[in-house]
């Protein structure tokens, strides 16, 4: 009787609890922190330069050297993805030509269903300037909610290296003034 | 006692059965908001190929979306081509795969390749479609009427009536060089064919 307690608790953990943690998952909302990830190092100097990493190997969101973290989940194949490339170059120059910001907000994106081949035309054919990363089995994507693209989701990233999502949101980030004035005002940057 | 955990057995059973398939990895672009018909996951392939690499390419004539026909021979001596066959428009993973080729056209220039697109819909819902994507660079057919022939012809029709997700490239000479009939549910890499166009040389 007690065995069976047992292996039904055991059941009850793996078959029910499990899916049903998939299926609450979502993408980060807003007040939380994100699931469980690593990247991998950046192949380019300039790109590991610009996240200010400290060590070598794989690395986590929170290990990026910034206050505040703007993911974009994105693909190549996705047309809304395409059209918001220039806005997101945009934001990334508006970023590094203001002293308030600079070295303070950081982007990185997620190319969800990419390969490396794949990602590297997107990047070629809209010159993103900031570091990508290919997902090409949807790793991420699960993890992170299998949101729609291009999805834009910005972490505040404390001193002791604790993090808090404060936006999350799918679609085009509107206007690059307003959007980034959010954004420092989200996560007390302003 | 026992019967209690014998109902919590089949509560977390049927839990499992309602959650929905993790199998089906895919993409919504914001570009079609919520007009993407959920297909759930297909047969990976539902067709028996009878055309084979080395073979003439079948010709045909079909109506494109932006108006006029396109026919195969008229690019013998000239273009190497691809086909590019899909299921069906507002589904999940199409939706994807042409946007990605849109912004492709120079590396299809680089290997003298022409595009064809190839669905079994017909030209009204084709245009609310391809709409979606932006300005497409390539022909867009529509193999509707008679329902899938050229499909039928290039033996990817399946039982449904829907084309399989499948690429052939074929060659100036009008040969048939490379044939993936891919599973539905996935989209064939890109480099995969990338690289068949660079052996064309």
Redesign the interface.
Known sequence: ?KK??WL?LL??ST??LS??D??AAGPPPVGGTLPDFTLPQPGSSAERDYLGLSSRGNFTVPDIKAKVVLIEIL?????????EAPIVNKLYEAIEGNSGYKGKIKLIGIG??N?A??LE??RK?YNVPFPLFPD???TL??LLG?T???YFIAVQINEDRTHKVVYSK???LGEVTPFIENIAKLSGLK | ??RF?FV??F???A??AM??S?VT???????YKDNIYETGTLKPRDSVLKVKVGHKAPDFTLPAVAGGKVTLAQYRGKKNVVLSFVPAAWTPVCS??W??Y???KD?FDAHDSVLLGITVDNIPTLFAWTN???QLWFPVLSDFYPHGKVARTYSVLRSDGMAERALFVIDKKGVIRYIDVHDINK?P???NL?RELEKLK
Request: proline share 8%.
């Open positions: 009787m069976f307690f039904t059941v009850l078959l029910l899916p049903l998939m299926m693909s190549m194949y996705c047309p809304f993805c395409q059209k969800v269903g390969s081949y794949e035309i997107f054919r090409a089995d949807f994507h699960k299998e729609r693209t291009p799918a679609g085009s | 006692m026992q955990f919590l057995f509560l977390s059973a839990a499992l959650t929905p993790m990895a895919q993409t919504h672009s914001e570009a994807d795969q946007p990605g849109n912004i492709t590396l979606q994507m932006g989209r890499p890109l480099e990338i």
